[in-house]
């Protein structure tokens, strides 16, 4: 009997120490992969021109510049002539994998000068497509507008970028 008692608990251990043993640790594996898409790029194709102004002597205003429409209006004390001039929202092409979605990021401000001590703001930058784009066919041509701020008795002078108008894109 001691016999049988010694042999049952000794294959009792064997068997506990077999089958515990096993769910211990397991293996499976998995495969990588990945993918390289075409890089997004972004390049000028106009820049951004709001023609000639005129401003009054006592009230500033703004002159916006449509970025769907490359049109503008105006405010405040603030007149656009017959005689328009070059008027042009900012063109970009967007280039990358077709199909893709990008999200298009604006500055918040920018200023002109005409290269003495005198200074415009921009601001109230949009876009078209406004927020994000599609790369049908690998590209699509960008338009960003914005709004100009003409102080009252702006000096008369031809104004241009003191600071550049960073406009980025990514894939989202």
């Not at 401003?55 to 205003?61: A, E, L, Y």
């Not at 994000?132 to 690998?138: A, D, N, P």
Request: glycine letters at 10%.
């Amino acid at each position: 009997m001691k016999k049988i008692t010694k042999f049952l608990t000794a294959t009792a251990l064997i068997i506990v120490a077999a089958t515990t043993g096993s769910y211990a640790q397991a293996t499976a594996t998995a495969s990588a992969t990945g993918n390289i898409i075409t890089p997004i790029t972004i390049s000028l194709v106009t820049s951004m021109n709001f023609g000639n102004i005129a401003v009054s002597p006592t009230s500033g205003g703004t002159v916006v510049l449509s970025a769907s429409a490359g049109t503008r209006t105006s405010t405040g004390g603030v007149t656009l002539p017959a005689t328009a001039g070059t008027v042009t929202a900012a063109n970009f092409t967007v280039s990358g994998a077709s199909g893709y979605t990008y999200a298009i990021t604006l500055p918040s401000s920018a200023t002109i000068t005409d290269g003495s001590s005198h200074t415009m703001a921009l601001g109230t930058f949009t876009s078209y497509p406004s927020g994000t784009g599609v790369l049908t066919g690998g590209s699509q041509t960008l338009k960003v507008g914005a709004t100009l701020t003409v102080t009252a008795a702006q000096a008369p002078n031809a104004y241009t970028n003191s600071t550049a108008v960073p406009v980025t894109v990514n894939y989202n």
